[in-house]
């Protein structure tokens, strides 16, 4: 068989229909829905307890600290009320052995007193106030509110959310474990320890890095009409977005419910829409997506994130390419020197490449394939030696890798189009326009510039009718076409069409763990 035939075969195999993107945003919609009502279902629609979005014209000096993996961040955010803000931050490893300390305790003053070092380094105004206090033996109810921080704690795994500053560990990852810590409210654990040390800060906000997205979209973002959603495309995927209090039931329902600020009407929910499993019928699926779950971690679940995001993407690539390798009718890197490669053979199989070994491509490959235009496709040629063992590959060869990558990283973008598309829909914004579009304008800021090239959506949409979508994560950032595949997508639901999918304006949400978490302390301060 023709190699590039043999590659059109597998491409064709991510193709995922109009009709089926239809189908998945209908059905996006429906577990929504679903998820509002009970807990235990398959989007977790999480309540953040967040229910105000930022205008831009916030204004002050928050701090905000990053416990999510490897390294503690610890910043201060400087609001000015101008939808700008200036940042300091540091950051430091987290010692292997506090991460699977006997007591929490340990931890949790490692964090406390890296908090004061930031304090002593970068705000000494507040820090010799707390000397001074400490000196004459004065607790931290002796400061005055306006010398207190109050602090966003973004904490990157799974806890049971039960107020704006309130949520419970329900397990460890990432190689952490301690086990006292389970269960508890880990912004009492976080507030205990800076206590002990008399500073000046109050753990206001407990964050979820996507509520940052959309938090520290909406500050800046142009226009002031608020951002409906905030998109994560990175590692992972998973979406926050602003919703009608009245539809939040379960929330309603809940006896352990915490205080929240009603007088908005609103509050932000976590989709956690990686998860969006449902419907497999209607998601396209391959074998080489079924092997993938099969040797992953959680077999069976996170079906949306294991299509859509950067940690999956390389690894689906790698599979569809071994498929046409061991293939002996598909002459694919069988050029006599990258034969010599013994690509092929199965005696040293896992050690000629890392096309042989699971998670051997990197989902950054795919980006450098869509972005190729250089002559007979050196630039993928190139990569394919320097970090896949193929050498000599042909034209033809990258040209094969290159339309299988494509065909990945596109059925990805159209699947983000179904939960932004779903959102959209449900958000109900499309159903009301203010008046017709400001006519004979020129669309500005075209689509498929990519989010960096702000802005997104067509220039000819009123201010008022815009739909700000902000958006975060390597992959949407570095994929060359995401975007424009995204909103080829959007274009094609029925209910959105090319009239909705002007509307949207979709732009880059940087540092939502900092500027986000410190917007979230503002929010709360508010109410506590
Ligand atoms: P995180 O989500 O962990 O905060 P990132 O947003 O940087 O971090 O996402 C990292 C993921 O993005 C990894 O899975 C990586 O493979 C992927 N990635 C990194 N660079 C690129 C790129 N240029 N194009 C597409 N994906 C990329």
Redesign the pocket.
Known sequence: MALSEAAKRVAAEFEFTAEQVNAAAKEFVREMEEGLKKDGTHLSQIPTYVTAVPNGTEKGLYMAVDLGGTNFRVCSIELRGDTTFSLTQSKVAIPRDLMVAKTSTELFSFLAKQIESFLQTHHTEHYEGHVRRRKTHSSEQGYKDEEIFNLGFTFSFPVHQIGINKGTLIRWTKGFDIQDAIGRDVCALLQEEIDKLHLPVRVAALVN?TVGTLMARSYTSPGKTGTLLGA?????TNGAYVEKLDNVIKLRASKETGDYDESTGEMIINTEWGSFDNGLETQPNTPYDEALDKESVNPGIQMFEKRV???F??EILRRAILALINDPKVPLFSDETSAQNDIHSTTNILDTSPLHKQWGV???F???CAADNSKGLRVTRQALDKDYGVAAASEEDAQAVREIANAIGKRAARLAAVAVGAVVLKSGKLDVKSTEDKAGVEPSGGRGEGPEHEEGAAGDVKEEDTIDIGV????V???PNFEEYMREALREIEGIGKEGEKRIRIGIAKDGSGVGAALIALVAGKVG
């Open positions: 890095d994560i495309f990175g590692t992972g995001s950067g940690m993407l390389g990197d989902t950054s795919l980006s450098i975060d994560g390597s992959l950032e570095f994929y």
